[in-house]
C-alpha cells in the first residue's frame, strides 16, 4: 500500500500535524512538528510558525492516533477527552433529533468500535462517525502499521 491524497486530505481541515524525514528539534530531543496547510496531487505545504515549506509528499509523515486510543482519555487542542464517549453521545443526540437514525445503526458504530477497525468497512459507518475520526485524527486507514504514518503522542 502507498499513501494516497485520499488517505490524508481528511485530516487536513482539522488541523493535520506531520514530521518531516530527517528533521529534530535537538532542543525538544523530538521531531520537528509542522502543521499542514495544502495538499496538492504531488506537494505538500507545511509550516511550523518558523518556517514554510513545500515539499514532496514522500518526505513527510502524518501525525495519526492509533485506532487503539479510541477508549481512552487523550488531550486534543488542549481538552482531555475520550473519542468513544463523544460518539456515543452524538448517535444517542442524533438518534432523539432524527429517529432516522435506526437503533441498528447505533449498535453498529458501538459494535465496529468495540472491534479492531476494518478498514474496508469504514463505509458502513454513519458519516458523523467517520468525521469524528478524522477530526481527532484517528488513522481510519492503518496508515501506522504500513510506515505511511507516525503514532500522534499526547
Not at 37 to 45: A, C, K, L
Not at 103 to 120: H, P, T, Y
Amino acid at each position: 500500500m502507498i499513501r494516497e491524497l485520499k488517505h490524508i486530505a481528511p485530516h487536513i481541515a482539522h488541523g493535520l500535524t506531520c514530521n518531516l524525514m530527517g528533521e529534530f528539534d535537538a532542543k525538544k530531543d523530538a521531531p520537528l512538528v509542522f502543521k499542514v496547510t495544502g495538499i496538492d496531487q504531488r506537494f505538500i505545504e507545511i509550516d511550523n510558525g518558523a518556517h514554510h515549506y513545500e515539499i514532496e509528499s514522500e518526505e513527510f509523515f502524518p501525525l495519526l492516533r492509533p485506532m487503539s486510543d479510541l477508549f481512552e482519555n487523550i488531550v486534543h487542542n488542549g481538552e482531555i477527552v475520550c473519542v468513544a464517549k463523544v460518539i456515543k453521545e452524538d448517535a444517542f443526540v442524533l438518534h432523539e433529533l432524527y429517529y432516522d437514525l435506526s437503533f441498528k445503526q447505533n449498535a453498529l458504530i458501538l459494535r465496529s468500535l468495540g472491534e479492531v477497525m476494518d478498514f474496508d468497512k469504514l463505509s458502513e459507518l454513519p458519516f458523523f462517525v467517520v468525521e469524528i475520526l478524522f477530526k481527532y485524527h484517528f488513522d481510519v486507514f492503518g496508515l501506522i502499521e504500513k510506515g505511511l504514518a507516525q503514532p500522534l503522542k499526547t
